[in-house]
């Protein structure tokens, strides 16, 4: 049964449903999956733990009850049984959540995410936990404190980040659906260079209640898949609101899959896209740009009217995103001290007070480029610089969303390239922050204003995944389903196919070379 | 560690040459059913640490939710301090390690308070008013509690470990700031003591606290600074942190007078500084320093919307306010006829509502005042537990009124009633009839006892029947012994007259 990995979560859905697989084969294969191309030294190591016998057991459960049929079958959600991975950065019951920080390692949360609690109640087995960069910190999940995660496309090439476990699982066929979590691109920018679907909702859209906070301001849950239907599909399981989330939109969430069974018709007459002007050009790669471009013609072709749209603000975006996220990240990590919970480490000599247990647990239990954003936050928010530093940045935060309602003016959905470039070689950027940083230049913008973004895959460059990057208003994501799934098919027809499937073969993990 | 006694000026001497500046920060712990952002119980006193959700231990990924009735109650306060309520207002991060912190942040408002720009009238003993300005009063959340084990002390310093407990982190807080307080002169420790109780009063009163300040439901900051009479420039300010009882509140800022005063005097500077108060021997110690350059690198909380406040909420809540407890007090020691002694004893002893609900339920202001500062008081004086403690309902005492009126009891049997009413026997009527307390009125009864006395005593009764009626009391002492204290004693003398031939 090589081929139920290759299945879409929705055509595995359909297969669950009309009774001609169960859901234990369906878990049993992507579990076989796993054990065959995660680990060993060149595996692609998504995932940082594996949930087999919960998994199992879910999937069993849902068998049984499609089994037995009747009324208990008919109210099941209609993924139930689609398994699925999480970014470990969402906590789980009765799984480990380190957001691949040493300062969490063997910590279990004694409760769910409300994302995880809607993914039980609709009886989708979790396959376990994926790798990303150290509290979802980083563009390349190099900055994992487990190791990094390799691109299924070249496994010595990064997956993007922080989400590149989610991403790199849902590309490596480890899993159908994902959830990642985006705070200036952790979701869209994985995507792009894994060759894969994400998400970034509208800030309020998905709750983010048992999300480990990063920039809370920024922060949102998103879709992982291989297809637009797929995310549109566990969009809709995810989203709406959440009394525990004060930041959550109080209104049902938007006909996400209807936009995008619209979509898939190819059909764009009388849309309005709008090129952001800003995103694009120097700093982008020429094959990224090619195929940016090519997906614009395409677009035009099925009717579009493709507009050009100036965003002038966006060059303070990155500067100010990393005046802003940074300074949360200095408040949201300070409960991180070894007092209450996860890793606790004792000063070596001299006396057992307080702040020096909390010092020596904060410098062993962090990594470096968490302690970068933690001493940059707490200079930027330090008394005489706030104004200068998190006061301007949150005005520019009022430009950029200026600019985009600007745009919404001339466009119905902005396209970007989703990244700059396609997947870097492992370790070409570590020693460089600010090159890593220019990753998300393309992806920030969209967080700062809190208006939903989507990346589809837009061929290769090289060999490897190029993304594009639709941006629709605030509480407008039905239409990125229905322009991304346009994109998606318009793509398809001229490749035969989807992206994903020509990727290379990944053999099993002892396998020195990818073949 | 004994607290160091710093050099003194007297206090008189101290007022001669400097004016006292106060400025006093009191925290209220509000009496919801859960806490300011989680939905954990805020109970007072319960198993260490079992009070808590994720929320306020502040694990990984939980996310704060505001309660709206800590919210309606900060209002209520606002309005009852004559203060403005903002139409919006929201929440900052006030960030700094501490274990009793789980976040490492505390949750508070920052530049924009709920309520501000207010003002309380405070009424001292003689009489005098005094006003002081409130600048504002704002929401935010306890800490938890530390308690500090192995040291001589309690304190940090010396201790062996801590240990936290987390109940009452997230407890709802609201912090009443006033302006700086000028010409309370030699009054101001006086009008100190006075205004936390005002706070305490209104804030029971409102129903949004329990207000007991030995649980630390209501906590007080207390600023003291000296100024040269005449000066026209503040001096530097100590605060006095968690004064927690009236007196103390008291004798702290006039132990701070007394010690400005001294350091002055010396030519040396005021350190600013906070304090720590020790009631046992009623002086302060050094704390850590303070400036205005702390820096707790305050930012908008971005996991809370602001707070919005409609016209028609704030209105439909001060059309819930009670009546203000001066205004009240003042109400009732006129319906009562009390004195300003008598009032101020009942307003001191806490049995105003009591004596109010037994008076509504059928008995004179006086007959209240009577059992309540009487032999209530005196039982739970004995028992040592608040008079209201004692559990005595307003229709005992009316019970036991009428059971006196009508000559079924007299006091004496009353007060006894009253005891075992306290020791859970049951109504009066219950006890009287259970225990066969009712007044010996039956002459034959009577009789018979009143005969032996007569026989006993000769002399008082040649005394009597010489025209000393007054005498008839010594014969009451044995009746009474004779009947077990239930002869009445109206009956026994009319028949004593009766059988001497006297006219009564």
Redesign the interface.
Known sequence: MTDIIHLSATELAAKLRAGELTSVAAVQAHLDRIAAVDGGERGVHAFLHVNTEEALAVAAEVDAIRAAGGEAAEALHPFAGVPIAIKDL??TKGQP?T?ASKM?EG?M???D?TVITKIRAAKLPMLGKTNLDEFAMGSSTEHSAYGPTRNPWDLDRIPGGSGGGSAAAVAAFEAPLALGTDTGGSIRQPGAVTGTVGVKPTYGGVS??????M???LDQIGPVTRTVLDSAYLHELIGGHD?????SLNEPVPALVAAAEQGASGDMTGVRVGVIKELQGEGYEAGVQARFDESLEALRAAGAEIVEVSCPNFKYALGAYYLIMP??V??NL????G???GTRVLPTEGPLT??RV?GSTRAAGFGDEVKRRIILG?YA???GY?DAY?GSAQKVRTLIQRDFDAAFELADVLISPTSPTVAFELGSKTDDPLAMYLNDVATIPANMAGIPGITVPGGLSEGLPVGIQFLAPVREDARLYRAGAALEKLLEDTWGGRLIDQAPELSAATTEEVR | MAAHIDDLVDFDVALEKYDPVLGFEVHVELSTKTKMFSSAPNVFGDTPNTNVTPVCLGLPGVLPVVNKTAVEYAILIGLALNCKIAERCGFARKNYFYPDTPKNFQTSQYDDPIAYDGWLDIELEDGEVFRVEIERAHMEEDAGKLTHMGGATGRIQGADYSLVDYNRSGVPLVEIVTRTIEGAGKRAPELAKAYVAAIREIVKNLGVSDAKMERGNVRCDANVSLMLKGADKFGTRTETKNVNSLRAVEHAVRFEIERHAAVLNSGAPIVQETRHWHEDTRTTTSGRPKSDADDYRYFPEPDLVPVVTTAEWVEELRSRLPEPPADRRKRLKADWGYSDAEFRDVVNAGVTEAIEETIAAGTTAAVARKWWMGEIARLAKNADVEILDLGVEPATIVELNSLISSKKINDKIARQVLEFVVAGEGTPTEIVAARSLAVVNDDSALGAAIDAAMEAMPDVVAKVKGGKLQAIGALMGPVMKATRGQADAGRVRELVLQKLGIEG
């Open positions: 969402i906590v959540t957001a969490l910590w949360s004694p409760y995410a983010r209640y048992g999300a480990i906070a920039a809370s301001s009394p525990a989330d004060s930041t300074s949360e200095s408040s300070a409960k991180f001290d007092v209450r919970f307080i702040e909390m707490t928010l330090s008394a706030y998190y």
